[in-house]
């Protein structure tokens, strides 16, 4: 075994990639993100240590969240960059013991989490295996960390997009370090990591909270839009990810210069905020998921800009058109960072999109979207009366990841079994595999309202909690909604833990239960929220009606 990792739906024999990720990254690569995780345990603790002596370290927090979110599935592959993450990392933790010996305050036996594999690069992959997941000898305690790691890189890649746009908060980073830190204490029960994992949950919903609040100030309320999937005769640039502060830039610099800007994958939302409807060169969505890019960004033939997950290892015929930015990379791309105010400057970007042909034309329609929380609040008494009369009998959260493996086009056939009657709540890239069905509307709601991207998830929650409010019940759990959620990397575990810890039950997880819960942590699962798998569509959709 030269790795381990079996952080995402689509590991190796549905138990962990041990040679190299199904991802694309290579040993050395997962060796070295294991090795960031374990640096970052050892800044926890000397970084809360101090926080306890009112030494606030904002760099370091910032450090933190964005170390996190590049180790999460298909954001960064280059060797290079987390060995130079590592070495960042020692410098801020002996950064941190100074200031701490300045004030006079003992250092002494405090843990060094990082110290003693950091002598040379050689030495880097050698270790990893003594400091990675399986370091956890028990299973269940083991797979415990694992959820709470899972999670917390979740929240921090929507803590970094919601820093992006100047919104932070030290209690998400300080609950961070504190769970970052538990995870090493073998004194700490299996109890005490399930309490542990639901406070994570807790703080999910909170940091979601906080990006909605970033990404609405700064962009206005998601309005109900119908995206153009077709193409203009212009040159254009194709941006993916979810950054929307790295999209607005973009729009910016493109103003006037010919070049027509296209979302992909999860930067289809965006089209959904006022602000962004001001640029008249915001041509539209081209493509689908993120595993179809490989032949959509082929046919695209301008630039790419990958501003975060989910790149896969590219094909030759692209290489010389593909950017990553932010915490995304990949050996052999160009990088584009920001310069010393913060911001980036794409008019490399800008200036091959111009010698490029417009894009090949791939659909031509439009895909309806923009039903986030404040929307639906406007159609709330239109909705609680359809649910009253019986025009809509019930309600599918299908939120989550979408997948290239073909179990998923399970999520497919499950939304065109369900019946004419329900109504698919949505948010995430998993929209992919039923947004562009027409599945018609019920008293002019449309059957398919989707909230936006997956941080977007807690719009879903609102939704929720506003429809327990109008039928006057206590329970969320009492409401005619069924959630049959589809996952694939670390965002959608947050989004699981948010909703357990708001209490929500009886949530179905596919296409495979994640590989790091073990019997005994599936059998709490089971057993406090009622979690199961799927089985097939019409089973399902059976089941979910009666």
């Keep these: 075994m030269s790795m381990f990792c079996y952080q995402c739906q689509e590991t ?56 996190l979110f590049s180790t999460i599935t298909n954001v960064n592959f280059d060797k290079a960059y987390f060995v130079a993450k590592i070495k960042e990392a020692l410098s801020l933790r002996d950064n941190i013991k100074k200031q701490l010996a300045e004030k006079g305050i003992d250092t002494k036996g405090m ?11 050689e030495e880097f992959d050698k270790k990893a295996m003594h400091v ?55 004194s700490m029960s299996a109890d005490d990591y ?22 609405t100030e700064s962009y206005g309320n998601p309005e109900i839009t119908k995206v153009d999937t077709g193409v203009r005769n212009n040159p254009g640039i194709l ?6 502060k790295d999209l607005e830039e973009l729009l910016e610099q493109t103003q006037g210069t010919g070049v027509d800007v296209y979302t992909h994958g999860e930067m289809l939302p965006a089209h959904y905020y006022p602000e962004f409807k001001k640029y008249p060169n915001f041509a539209g969505n081209y493509g689908n998921s993120w595993w179809m890019q490989n032949k959509e960004f082929d046919s695209f033939n301008g630039p790419i800009i990958m501003t975060t997950n989910c790149l896969i290892p590219p094909k030759d015929s692209y290489t010389d058109r593909l ?9 052999g791309l160009k990088h584009i960072d920001p310069d010393s105010n913060g911001k980036k400057d794409f008019s490399e970007v800008i200036a ?35 649910v009253k009369s019986g025009a809509i009998k019930r309600f599918f959260v299908m939120a989550g990841c979408d997948g290239r493996f073909k179990s998923r086009e399970y999520y497919t056939e499950f939304a065109k079994a369900l019946p004419k009657d329900a109504v698919i709540l949505t948010a995430g890239c998993a929209k992919y595999r039923y947004n562009k069905l027409r599945l018609g509307d019920i008293n002019g709601i449309p059957r398919v309202l989707d909230a936006g991207q997956c941080n977007d998830s807690y719009s879903l929650v609102l939704t929720a909690l506003k429809l327990k409010e109008a039928f006057g019940l206590d329970d969320i759990n009492d409401l005619p909604i069924s ?27 596919g296409p495979t239960l994640p590989a790091f819960l073990s019997a005994n942590v599936t059998k709490v699962l089971v057993d406090k929220f009622n979690i199961a798998g799927i089985t097939d569509a019409d089973s399902d959709v059976d089941l979910f009606m009666n």
């Design 12 to 67: 190796s024999k549905g138990q962990g990639c041990t040679m190299r990720g199904v991802c694309g990254k290579t040993q050395d690569t997962a060796n070295l993100q294991d090795l960031l995780i374990y640096t970052l345990k050892g800044i926890a603790m000397v970084n809360a240590k101090a926080r306890k002596f009112k030494i606030n370290n904002k760099h370091t927090d910032r450090f933190i969240i964005d170390s």
């Design 111 to 121: 843990h060094d989490a990082v110290t003693w594999y950091a002598d040379s690069e």
């Design 132 to 186: 990675g997941i399986l370091a956890t000898a028990d299973e269940d305690i083991r797979s415990l960390r694992s959820l709470i790691l899972y999670g917390l890189k979740g929240m921090a890649a929507y803590a970094t997009h919601a820093a992006n746009l100047g919104y932070t908060d030290e209690g998400i980073s300080e609950f961070i370090e504190k769970a970052l830190i538990a995870t090493l204490d073998d």
């Design 194 to 215: 399930v309490a542990l994992t639901l406070e994570t949950g807790k703080h999910g919903v909170e940091e979601m909270a906080l990006l909605d609040k970033a990404n």
């Design 239 to 244: 941006i993916s990810g979810h950054d929307l």
């Design 323 to 331: 950017y990553t930015t932010g915490v995304v990379g990949f050996e």
């Design 352 to 386: 091959q999109a111009k010698k490029c042909d417009p894009p090949t034309e791939i659909e031509n329609g439009e895909i309806v979207g923009g039903f986030a929380h404040e929307q639906v609040n406007g159609l709330a008494d239109k909705i609680v009366d359809a």
């Design 483 to 509: 959630y049959n959620i589809a996952w694939y990397e670390q965002k959608a575990v947050i989004v699981l833990l948010a909703l357990l810890s708001l209490g929500v039950k009886d949530i179905h997880l």
